[in-house]
């Protein structure tokens, strides 16, 4: 928690050296249950309206457009891969509110699991832009574009059987069983995770590393 503590004094220290208009864009990344939305919701709370996060989850394809995939089943499986999320419109949308500094962004919710439209709004007022994702750092387009679009990018550094576990707990608390959990977890969340770890690091301005 002291790292945390620690960024959030850092991010205030330089909103009040920002001349109005201006905002630093922050893309932070990090695998499956790494804490992410934790460290993005402990910065919100510190920071109140000096900063708005918009989270990749947000642009996770609806389950009607998973439908619509030719591997449907291997799509809905698969959900949380690189190519179950619309990465060009989240470039798109991104290169948009960067010129004006202002756009509407979708957010997730986890309960009904699908993205609920306009649910955040970007404005001038806000100094800090904090993106969140678990992608934002590869090399692969549309990320390789996407990072570009960042002032600073962050990387969450922690061991993977950790995360695994984090996101295993996650999926039983969705209603899936410890079996079922672990046997996603093994196809998809790791698979994804060790994506993660071997393009991320060298992309990343600031490694935060797990503290346990």
């Known amino acids: ?9 850092e991010l205030y220290e330089k909103s009040k050296s920002m001349v109005n208009g201006t905002q630093f864009w922050i893309g932070l990344a990090g695998a499956p249950g790494s804490g992410k939305s934790t460290l ?26 998973l439908d619509q995939m030719k591997n449907s089943s291997q799509a809905y499986i698969y959900r949380g891969a690189p190519f179950t999320f619309n990465s060009q419109k989240f470039f798109d949308d991104l290169t948009t509110a960067r010129k004006s500094r202002s756009g509407i962004f979708p ?12 649910a955040i709004h970007l404005s001038t007022d806000h100094k800090i832009i904090l993106v969140e994702g678990n992608y934002l750092l590869l090399n692969s387009d549309p990320w390789c574009s996407i990072r570009k679009l960042f002032d600073e990018t962050w990387l969450l550094d922690i061991p993977i059987e950790v995360s695994n ?14 079996y079922q959990a672990l046997k996603r977890v093994r196809q998809n969340d790791d698979i994804n995770a060790k994506l993660i770890a071997k393009e991320s690091f060298d992309n990343a301005d600031k490694i935060i590393k797990y503290c346990a």
Not at 55 to 64: A, I
């Open 165 to 178: 576990a984090r996101v295993a707990k996650r999926h039983v608390a969705t209603g899936l069983t410890e």
């Open 40 to 65: 993005a919701n402990l910065l919100k709370i510190r920071l109140k309206q000096l900063l708005v996060v918009i989270p990749l989850d947000g642009y996770h394809y609806y389950r009607s457009e």
């Open 107 to 118: 957010s997730f919710d986890h309960g009904i699991k699908d993205p609920i439209e306009k």
């Open 1 to 9: 928690m002291e790292i945390y503590n620690q960024i959030v004094d």
